[in-house]
């Protein structure tokens, strides 16, 4: 059973910036961020496979050129840098881990481990 750790949420102005980190207790393969406001569902932010040098990339409509993800596959390690915050991006941040897997995926169900998520605030 996969364990997965955030950290790095907050609270910050419109604009700015914070990175989000997500520790695993052992090698994973497809990782995702994924976010839920109040009142809302669960969705995808951006996800990152463990192939090659940074991994195949994917990420949302809404968060393309602010947010990048990248792993770490020595330290089984996944991060969320995200720039030009805006008040919609506040939500609960969750990181996740699919079973054994090459090909990306942005669907939820795909995605078996889940940490215990991290708030991040965006004021405006």
């Known amino acids: 059973q996969v364990q997965l750790v955030e950290s790095g949420g907050g609270l910050v102005q419109a604009g700015g910036s914070l990175r989000l980190s997500c520790a695993a207790s052992e090698r994973t393969y497809v990782m995702g961020w994924f976010r839920q406001a109040p009142g809302k569902e669960r969705e995808f932010v951006a996800t990152?496979?463990?192939?090659?040098?940074?991994?195949?990339?994917a990420y949302a409509d809404s968060v393309k050129g602010r947010f990048t993800i990248s792993r770490n596959n020595a330290k089984n390690t996944v991060s969320l840098q995200m720039n030009n915050l805006k008040p919609e991006d506040t939500a609960v941040y969750y990181c996740a881990a699919t079973p054994p897997r090459e090909v990306l995926t942005t669907t939820l169900s795909d995605y078996h481990y889940w940490g215990q998520g991290t708030q991040v605030t965006v004021s405006s």
């Open positions: 990152v496979n463990w192939r090659g040098r940074g991994g195949t990339t």
